[in-house]
Nanobody, 126 residues
Framework: QVQLVESGGGLVQAGGSLRLSCAAS????????MGWFRQAPGKEREFVAA????????YYADSVKGRFTISRDNAKNTVYLQMNSLKPGDTAVYYC???????????????????WGQGTQVTVSS
């Protein structure tokens, strides 16, 4: 069992930056691939970024490629999402996700996620 707690959301102007964090409980964090999804009002939850259990492989949605960076610190049981050049279209609730022993690419499928965080709101004003 893994519990995920996100933090770092907030209100930012277009062009600004935010860094989200997701702290995971449990002693097997390093065996989990981790990812971020987001859900805007009235829309489906969509994949944003993922990272393999080792951190050696990452995978991004086309909409955030080149602007967002996912990373992890297995010693701190934490995964991060650095978001730069934010746009109003990035406004959403951002959710941390986890699944053991899988690839970063496999994390892009919402139905394969085993654990979800409670979400953190990101609002980008124009």
């Amino acid at each position: 069992q893994v519990q995920l707690v996100e933090s770092g959301g907030g209100l930012v102007q277009a062009g600004g930056s935010l860094r989200l964090s997701c702290a995971a409980s449990g002693r097997t964090f390093s065996s989990y691939a981790m990812g971020w999804f987001r859900q805007a009002p009235g829309k489906e939850r969509e994949f944003v970024a993922a990272i393999s259990w080792s951190g050696g492989s990452t995978y991004y949605a086309d909409s955030v490629k080149g602007r967002f960076t996912i990373s992890r610190d297995n010693a701190k049981n934490t995964v991060y999402l650095q978001m730069n050049s934010l746009k109003p279209g990035d406004t959403a609730v951002y959710y941390c996700a986890a699944r053991p022993w899988t690839t970063a690419q496999a994390m892009g499928v919402k139905s394969r996620i085993d654990y979800w965080g409670q979400g953190t709101q990101v609002t980008v004003s124009s």
